[in-house]
């Protein structure tokens, strides 16, 4: 690979949206001001979406060293919007505010994106931290089962959930995010699952495998485990990601560019099937969740997922619903005992 001068190196643009981080924003922008990428070659955008806690008096000693926006809250994907809206760069990546990257982490994304110009994105494994920065698991993909090291056009392994679709690990062509963009402001969660699926359309993926950045584990990780052991987090949960899913049909649907790569859409729908079963039986309505139950089995299902769903169906025709939410906890405190139990201690 021909190395670039530093004047010919992209300007990246880091969208850092927060909401009520005070107790982590303050090391994650100190691991962005670390990063031996060129400092005049990066832009620095947090997004303050309406915190109540300390967070606005903290950003003020950064200074000029940021460009800061607030905004009244409107949820995530508002949030990454205005961060988009004044982006200059030529590469779009983004920092959950209570996360962390390592410090060569900007320069080997750059350099994966110059090694292929091609790519729409560009992603790495993380590890796994506690509240304290505490090394929970060196590499989050395998504690997590998640698949590494998948390049190329990968749009249906993001959207079965084979590949982590963690915000903090991915990075983006600025050309991709404008394909995709405004986000939808009424999705509340799994906005990195709708920007790294839609965007998977237009380009190939490249995998980094090296560890570059920092997962932090805490109770408001909801996709994780947080809520499932009370009903109405877990009904909001799964309505939340059914939405998201039909978000990003709808989105693959309405393509116009003809040499988008075409998903398998079924995947999202079984998907979003399970998900709807789950709402409906856990708002009282039983006799609609029993109506998606075909859904579950769309398409050409793998012999995993036809098992997966006669347990669903199990479940919507025989379980109370009032036990779902103990089924649950007890199904991922066994998948993920060794890390759960880690965090707590």
């Known amino acids: 690979m021909i190395v670039p001068s530093k004047a010919d190196l992209p300007l990246v643009s880091v969208i850092v949206p927060t909401y009520n981080h005070g107790s982590f924003i303050g090391p994650a922008l100190e691991s962005l001001f670390r990063q031996i990428y060129p400092e005049e070659k990066r832009e620095i955008i947090i997004v303050d979406d309406g ?28 949030a990454r919007n205005a961060g988009i809206s004044r982006a200059k760069g030529e590469i779009i990546t983004f920092l959950d505010s209570d996360d962390l990257w390592y410090e060569e982490r900007l320069l080997k994304v750059v350099e994966r994106f110059i090694e292929n110009p091609c790519a729409a994105l560009v992603y790495h494994p993380i590890e796994l931290i506690d509240i304290g920065g505490k090394t929970i698991k060196k590499n989050f993909y395998a504690a997590f089962g998640y698949e590494a090291g998948l390049s190329g056009w990968v749009g249906n392994e993001m959207a079965s959930g084979k590949i982590f679709s963690g915000g903090s690990s991915f990075a983006f062509r600025k050309d991709i995010i404008d394909k995709v963009s405004p986000l939808p402001e009424d999705i509340r969660r799994g906005i990195d699952y709708y920007m790294t699926v839609t965007s998977s359309c237009y380009g190939p993926a490249e995998y980094i495998p090296q560890i570059l950045g920092k997962y932090r584990l805490h109770e408001s990780n909801v996709t994780l485990f947080a809520g499932v052991d009370d009903r109405r987090t877990l009904t909001e949960i799964n309505k939340d990601f059914a939405h998201t899913r039909q978000r990003v049909v709808e989105d693959i649907s309405n393509r116009r560019n003809a040499c988008a790569y075409k998903l398998d859409v079924t995947i999202l729908r079984r998907i979003q099937a399970k998900e709807s079963i789950f709402y409906h039986v856990l ?22 997922e ?3 769903g006669l347990e669903v169906t199990f479940m919507v025709l025989f379980v109370p619903a009032f036990l779902y939410p103990r089924i649950l906890s007890i199904y991922q405190l066994f998948k993920r005992s060794s890390i759960i139990a880690n965090f707590l201690s």
């Open 306 to 308: 036809v098992m997966r």
């Open 51 to 78: 915190s109540t806690d300390n967070t606005p008096e903290l950003l003020k000693k950064f200074g000029q060293e940021i460009f800061y926006i607030r905004q009244q809250h409107r949820g995530i994907a508002s």
């Open 283 to 304: 708002e009282g309505r039983r006799l609609e969740a029993v109506k998606w139950i075909a859904a579950a089995f769309n398409g050409r299902p793998s012999v995993k």
